[in-house]
């Protein structure tokens, strides 16, 4: 990480995708100028972003796409045109399911295209939930990072900031920001623990976290920017909107030596044994 970069301008995109893919392009289009108007070299959305309805079925697997599919070829073109990093969640027709799909996100870069991808861990089988129907896990490898303006980037999926050693392990791959896209549905108290757990995971691993949601009915809302000391730096209420802040490499490295939780601690992430 360099610590004599400028401050790094981000934003994070609140919007409820829907069932037209052209659509959601559309407003993923309006939202990424609105956020490079304003500075940011770095746009997160929200998960499902290429395609969502409140209720999985044999739909999400007629939209799935692969990875290097239209999606993310309009994405590569938006992002060519707008001179911005691209972050979104899609829902990919995985190799091998054919009645599943792969809950993936992927970061665009102008010039290069998919510079990075990650397919959801934890599977939403929680709060009256069974996403495992019809979404299959992704696999456990080395986690995907990407840099802009000398800051490394991560990703992550929503449910898995329930599994604190998801983040972790993104940091110790040398990340020292978690960009999250969640579709983190409204109910008693989830709003309270998106909020605690997107700051919990950023106070943790002395990291940024950039959490895009689903606008309401479904979607909590309140996406945000947190910083390394669980700051929220931006944030978005209920409306569909972007929210921008500043990421400082100077920053990071500042909490870092006042809370050298990363050096101190004892244990480290390993997989566990399924059985």
């Known amino acids: 990480m360099q610590t004599d970069a400028a401050p790094l301008a981000v934003a994070v995109a609140q919007f409820a995708p829907g069932d037209d893919p052209d659509a959601n392009l559309a407003e993923i289009e309006r939202l990424?100028?609105?956020?490079?108007?304003?500075?940011?070299?770095?746009?997160?959305?929200?998960?499902?972003?290429?395609?969502?309805?409140?209720?999985?079925?044999?739909?999400?697997?007629?939209?799935?796409?692969?990875?290097?599919?239209?999606?993310?070829?309009?994405?590569?073109?938006?992002?060519?045109?707008?001179?911005v990093h691209l972050v979104a969640g899609m829902i990919e027709r995985p190799a091998g399911e054919e009645r599943r799909v792969a809950n993936t996100v992927v970061a665009i870069a102008p010039g290069e295209g998919v510079v990075a991808a990650y397919r959801k861990l934890h599977l939403y089988d929680a709060f009256g939930q069974r996403e495992s129907e019809w979404v299959a896990p992704g696999e456990i490898g080395d986690p995907e990072t990407f840099a802009v303006g000398g800051i490394r980037f991560g990703l992550q999926t929503c449910y898995d900031a329930r599994f604190p050693e998801v983040?972790?392990?993104?940091?110790?791959?040398?990340?020292?920001v978690i960009c999250m896209p969640a579709?983190?549905?409204r109910g008693p108290l989830k709003e309270a623990h998106w909020r605690t757990l997107t700051t919990a995971r950023a106070i943790e691993n002395t990291a940024y976290v950039l959490a895009a949601d689903h606008?309401?009915?479904?979607?909590?809302?309140?996406?945000?920017?947190?910083?390394?000391?669980?700051?929220?730096?931006?944030?978005?209420?209920?409306?569909?909107?972007?929210?921008l802040a500043w990421l400082s490499a100077d920053r990071i490295a500042e909490v870092r030596k006042r809370n050298p939780a990363l050096a101190l601690r004892r244990f480290e992430v390993v997989e566990r044994e399924t059985r």
């Open 32 to 83: 990424a100028g609105t956020a490079v108007a304003r500075g940011a070299r770095l746009v997160v959305f929200p998960e499902y972003s290429s395609y969502f309805t409140p209720e999985p079925g044999p739909a999400w697997v007629e939209a799935a796409q692969p990875i290097d599919g239209p999606f993310t070829t309009a994405l590569a073109a938006l992002a060519d045109r707008l001179d």
């Open 215 to 243: 606008a309401p009915p479904v979607g909590a809302g309140n996406s945000m920017i947190v910083d390394p000391m669980g700051v929220e730096v931006a944030t978005i209420g209920e409306s569909t909107d972007v929210a």
């Open 183 to 185: 579709e983190w549905v």
């Open 167 to 176: 983040s972790r392990r993104i940091v110790d791959a040398g990340a020292d």
